[in-house]
Every structure is written in structure tokens, then in C-alpha cells.
């Protein structure tokens, strides 16, 4: 049986989805939705854990969380434990309510925080319970795009703080950007499905060094799959731009005629297998502007013949 791969240390951020056995429902009506927000503030009391944004969905739900004592298998293990015995008395079932470990990603920085915020609110959005996330009141998109919250123990201001200075703008920015990904196709929902940790290149490296599990490590499925060659990105930029007869420096310009930049957010995310919040750290920009250009550079293959035929003619 594959083990499992506990990343702990203080005031790590995760990203925690747990779903119901067999997918079935845990959540059968308000009243459950309302005991599990009653532990969730419970366990943040108990544990001393940040919440920054939840979703509950009908089989599952989504937890964006900050751990400043190194506990969360500890804590994740009270809340579902305490949640799944009030549960089945309550409903008179037996067996079990969840199906297994709950899953846990590790978030490097405030701006994955930020674009994770967006993926938890617009689960509902995505699986067609209501076309905006403000008519979903269980998830704590309400509490960010309103000045006042209704926990008391959820933390917003960090990451709303990068979005503007006052906090109105903040909301209202909020807002903005989160119904504008709700229109759009975007690889950031199979990134965030897949990950394991979810950061720059060497962020990643550095957990895996620090946190390798013992013994053979082929028995830890997560360390595995994290645990992919480190692609160079430099080189690669290096050799895309040899094969489209251009420098280097033209991946940071903007430019109509061939528009290098969004060929080489291509390359790296497609060919090289890199997640779109990898290449926006490199180039310094949101994920946003790199989900942004992937499609704008579809858009322009469509319409330009030209421009097949170079992508053709680089291999790209």
C-alpha cells in the first residue's frame, strides 16, 4: 500500500480537499453544512489554524489554510473524525463517511493564494450549481467581495492585500477577476487537481530535499510524482529561441508580429510540462497573464496561417 507524504512545518499554506466514500454526499443538508462550519471554527480555535477561504460541495469540500504549529494531519484528522461521528448519528448510518486521507497541497506564495481563493469560490460555478458565486452561500466568496464577513475566524486581508490599497477596491477587484476566470478555460484547474506542491521551481526543490521520506520512496506516490526532473528554463528559452530565429529578450517583449512571449508560455507549459504558476514566477507575471496568452496565441493560430506554419517549422 502506498504510503503517504507529510509535508509539516510551521505556517506552511495548504490547499485541503476531502471527499465523501464512494462519492457520496457528507453534506445531505444546511444543517450538516452548518455543524461543519461550527468545527471548522472549532479545529481553528483548537489547532491554531488560519482559514483563509472554504467551499462545501456536495460530496466534498475545499479548505485554503495556514498551519502555524506544524499540525494538520492532526487537526485534519479531528475535524473529519468529529464531523463523520456527528454524521452518522445524526443521519443513523454506519461505515465510512470519507474515503480515506483527506488530500493536502503545499502553496508556496500569496499570489498562488490568491488564484487558489478563485478556484475554491468557483467550484460551484464549474459544476453548474449556480452561474455566479455569489448565490452560493456556502463558500466564503460572500465574505470576500462584502466588507463585512460572517466569521468571525476566516482571514481575508492577506489575500485580498495585493490587489489594492483600500480594502473597498480590494473587494470590488476581488470580484472583478474571479468572474472574469469563471468565463474562461483555464489549465490552472488541472494543475491545482494534480499537484502536490504548488510553487516555483525552486520552492519545490527545496521541500522535496527537506522533507524526503524515508526508506524507499517509490512507495510514496506524491513524492513521486513532485518528484520530476527540474527543467531548466533558461535553456529551454535558449533553444526556442534559435529554433524561431529570435534573442532571448524577445520573450519579454510585447510584440504583434510574431508574438514571441506567448510562444514561449506555450513551449513551457505544453512541451516542458511546466504549471502555468512556474512560468508566471519566471517571467514575473500573474498566472493570469500566462492562462491569458496561452489562449490569445490559439486564437492567433486559428486566424494566421503565418504563424502555423512557424510553430510548425520550430517544432514549438
Not at 39 to 48: D, G, P, V
Not at 80 to 109: C, I, P, W, Y
Not at 237 to 251: M, Q, S, Y
Not at 275 to 302: P, W
Request: some cysteine; proline content about 3%; aromatic content about 10%.
Amino acid at each position: 500500500m502506498a504510503r503517504p507524504w507529510r509535508i509539516q512545518y510551521e505556517n506552511a499554506v495548504y490547499h485541503i480537499a476531502s471527499r465523501g466514500n464512494g462519492k457520496q454526499n457528507i453534506f445531505l443538508d444546511d444543517t450538516d453544512r452548518k455543524d461543519f462550519l461550527e468545527l471548522l471554527k472549532a479545529a481553528s480555535e483548537r489547532f491554531n489554524l488560519q482559514i483563509f477561504a472554504f467551499c462545501l460541495m456536495s460530496n466534498h469540500y475545499h479548505l485554503l489554510l495556514r498551519t502555524p504549529d506544524a499540525n494538520l494531519s492532526s487537526a485534519m484528522q479531528w475535524l473529519n473524525t468529529t464531523f463523520a461521528a456527528r454524521f452518522m448519528v445524526r443521519h443513523h448510518r454506519g461505515g465510512h463517511l470519507f474515503q480515506g486521507r483527506f488530500k493536502s497541497v503545499l502553496v508556496e506564495d500569496e499570489e498562488h493564494w490568491q488564484h487558489l481563493s478563485y478556484y475554491l469560490h468557483l467550484n460551484p460555478v464549474r459544476a453548474g450549481m449556480v452561474e455566479n458565486p455569489a448565490q452560493y452561500p456556502w463558500s466564503s466568496y460572500l465574505d470576500y467581495i462584502r466588507l463585512k464577513t460572517r466569521y468571525q475566524w476566516l482571514i481575508r486581508d492577506q489575500v485580498l492585500a495585493g490587489l489594492a490599497r483600500t480594502k473597498t477596491r480590494q473587494r470590488r477587484n476581488y470580484r472583478r477577476q474571479c468572474l472574469e476566470l469563471a468565463k474562461k478555460k483555464t489549465e490552472f484547474w488541472k494543475d491545482v487537481r494534480d499537484a502536490v506542491i504548488i510553487g516555483s521551481s525552486d520552492f519545490i526543490q527545496k521541500i522535496k530535499k527537506q522533507f524526503a521520506p524515508k526508506g524507499k520512496n517509490k512507495e510514496v506516490v506524491e513524492y513521486q510524482k513532485a518528484a520530476r526532473p527540474e527543467i531548466d528554463i533558461s535553456e529551454e528559452l535558449k533553444k526556442l529561441a534559435k529554433a524561431l530565429g529570435v534573442k532571448t529578450e524577445d520573450f519579454r517583449a510585447r510584440a504583434d508580429r510574431l508574438p514571441a512571449r506567448l510562444i514561449a508560455y506555450h513551449h513551457l507549459v505544453k512541451n516542458c510540462g511546466l504549471k502555468e504558476t512556474e512560468v508566471a514566477d519566471h517571467f514575473g507575471v500573474s498566472i493570469h497573464a500566462v492562462s491569458k496568452g496561452l489562449r490569445r496565441l490559439q486564437s492567433k493560430m486559428i486566424a494566421d496561417r503565418t504563424l502555423q506554419k512557424v510553430m510548425e517549422m520550430s517544432n514549438v
